[in-house]
């Protein structure tokens, strides 16, 4: 155990710890730091270029309207 006290300063540390991907959460690799894959990192790309994080259009999963099981 450590008992060097933290700094507290704007300092952040080398590649050492591996970080989650801000993708998906897994583990990142270094050859896609700080994603995990190209495929996130593609992703987090489309994103920046499309401007903001746009919401993806999901099928219209909404059930119909009272008409699922009603009495
Ligand atoms: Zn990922």
Do not use: N, Q
């Amino acid at each position: 155990m450590t008992s060097e006290p933290i700094k507290a300063g704007g300092k952040v540390e080398p590649l050492r710890k591996t970080r989650p991907c801000p993708e998906c959460g897994k583990p990142s690799a270094r050859e896609h730091y700080p994603f995990c894959s190209d495929r996130c990192r593609t992703l987090d790309l489309s994103r920046w270029l499309k401007g903001s994080y746009a919401i993806p259009v999901a099928d219209d999963e909404a059930k119909a309207d009272g008409t699922d099981d009603r009495e």
